[in-house]
């Protein structure tokens, strides 16, 4: 299996199935060509802090203890930001925050920003920057605000993406001193801009699913349509996860609390959170029912991310029947298993 990076940091110390990643809104005040939320300023859709704090709470009874606050830019609503924070790191949650630092404009505000952040709960922030972030957001606001995480000691870890724009990449790296760890996921093929995503399909590597990292990219996410689907790589409409393990539903359509049983209750989900990637790829591989054809069908097919391979399972009218029913005979072994030594 490949590792794209050495997987330490904030992500890394908490566990899939205890996490909400909240899409926010969608609006930004950036249009990055390889967003795959496809967000710009005139984008609308927001959650209210009323919904965003009944999803906390029940999340909280179903084991929900870290809280991804993500957009859109989500620092286009300070307020709102302050509030959901409170709101969560009073229920317990480990609340972190993705934004691209447009607000950081000096040393100054982003030191008071930050630290009205810090006294609400906010543990640590992921600045996102790369060649398409740059035409948006100067370098030196987010040096700005990893300055003000280091003297506020907020944890800060930055958001790569790899652009097709070699010497900028190389000019960011650079300046930003990018020889510490820095995170990066597969390549998602929608954007705000479809010849950048082609350009991009040159840039990315496709791998087998033997040779496939995998970020952990697998958790509970929300966004203000009220989809609830099980990756940080959610889309602006999620066409691709509909009809999938990955969705688990509309909160404005069923009561959230009926989705958080879905997600327990779902032999899929509850096997990636247990074993990741390559887990499942091993299992099809090894089994004999359906080794043979898994190993003629999928081991030479080539994805841009393991979302895009679990996706490819999904949709198999062999794999699929297959995985509902060996899966949840392996859960409850291992359910089993942990009660035994427990
Ligand atoms: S990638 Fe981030 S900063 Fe860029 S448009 Fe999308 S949400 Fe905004």
């Not at 050495?6 to 809104?25: A, D, F, L, W």
């Not at 704090?53 to 179903?62: D, F």
């Not at 979302?307 to 949840?328: A, H, N, Q, S, T």
């Amino acid at each position: 299996m490949a590792e794209y990076y050495p997987k330490t940091g904030v992500c890394y110390q908490h566990s899939e199935r205890n996490k909400i990643y909240m899409i926010y809104n969608f609006s930004c005040n950036a249009t990055c060509s390889h967003c795959l939320i496809q967000s710009n300023p005139r984008r609308r859709g927001k959650l209210d802090p009323a919904v965003a704090t009944e999803i906390l709470q029940q999340g909280a009874e179903y084991g929900k203890s870290f809280l991804d606050l993500s957009g859109g830019e989500i620092m286009l609503f300070p307020q709102e930001v302050l509030e959901v924070t409170r709101t969560a790191r009073d229920l317990g949650y480990y609340v972190v925050m993705n934004t691209n630092g447009f607000w950081a404009r000096t040393p100054e505000v982003a030191r008071t920003t930050l630290s009205e952040l810090k006294d609400a709960g906010m543990r640590a922030i992921f600045p996102s920057v790369s060649a398409y972030h740059l035409k948006y957001v100067p370098l030196e606001r987010v040096k700005n605000l990893r300055e003000a995480c280091e003297e506020l000691d907020v944890a800060c870890e930055l958001n790569w993406v790899f652009s097709d724009e070699p010497e900028t990449d190389e000019m960011i790296k650079n300046e930003m001193g990018l020889d510490e760890t820095y995170y990066f996921d597969g390549l998602s093929l929608v954007g705000n801009d479809e010849a950048t995503i082609e350009r991009l399909m040159k840039v990315y590597k496709t791998r087998v699913p033997e040779d496939i990292d995998d970020c952990l990219s697998v958790y509970l996410g929300v966004n203000p349509r009220g989809h609830v689907v099980t990756t940080c790589n959610m889309t602006n409409t999620n066409e691709k996860f509909m009809d999938s393990p990955f969705y688990l539903g509309n909160f404005y359509e069923r009561p959230f609390s009926e989705i958080l049983r879905a997600e327990r209750e779902s032999p899929v989900l509850q096997y990636i959170y247990s074993n990741p990637h390559p887990a499942m790829h091993n299992l099809l591989l090894g089994d004999d029912e359906i080794g043979e054809y898994y190993r003629d069908t999928f081991v030479t097919r080539r994805y841009f991310s393991v979302i895009e391979f679990y996706l490819d399972l999904f949709k198999d009218k062999r794999v699929m029947p297959f995985l509902e029913r060996r899966l949840p005979e392996l859960n409850a072994a291992r359910a089993a298993q942990l009660t035994a030594v427990g």
